[in-house]
């Protein structure tokens, strides 16, 4: 499958993963070679989709910095959290709370999810309401009602983050 991606201006990296983490985490994948092959914009692009699907999921408990400077919120992103009244992911020498490696690692596997998936094909037809279709008379498929609908397309990305969830994941 070829994927092209042509971002309308350089699109600065505000992700959970950092462009070198995901050349070091994909590095001799072979699921991931076109991943690893395209531009720093493409790759930037994609980590940045990536991160703003994750923040589209309902975590538990609340975002580590809840405060709000000129009606701004000062942790924009949803990791690092507070869940139960603890502080998930805290550095005590430091002081610091930071983001987990598997908020890191569901990022990538995201990234990889939407840059294989390129434009149309399953999920797209999901999300917008088909429940089947026939090609030829020959090969047919049918979807699982409402699952195009999930904020992730990385079944991987969501089993990171399945600790953070607040129930059961599907």
Do not use: H, W
Request: proline share 4%; hydrophobic share 40%.
């Amino acid at each position: 499958m070829s994927f092209t991606l042509t971002p309308l201006s350089a699109e600065p990296l505000d992700a959970y993963a950092t462009l070198e983490e995901l050349t070091t985490y994909f590095t001799g994948n072979d699921r991931a070679t076109e991943l690893l092959a395209l531009t720093t914009a493409q790759k930037t692009s994609l980590l940045n989709q990536a991160t703003r699907a994750i923040d589209c999921m309902p975590f538990r408990g609340t975002k580590y910095d809840t405060d709000i400077t000129e009606g701004v919120p000062d942790q924009i992103r949803a990791f690092p959290r507070i869940i139960d009244d603890v502080t998930l992911d805290y550095n005590s020498i430091s002081g610091l709370a930071f983001v987990p490696l598997v908020v890191k690692y569901a990022c990538m596997e995201e990234a990889l999810a939407i840059q294989q998936a390129g434009v149309g094909g399953r999920k797209q037809l999901q999300d917008e309401g088909v429940q089947s279709f026939t090609i030829g008379g020959k090969l047919s498929e049918t979807f699982i009602q409402g699952v195009g609908n999930r904020a992730l397309q990385s079944a991987t990305a969501r089993q990171y983050l399945r600790r953070y969830m607040g129930g059961v994941m599907r």
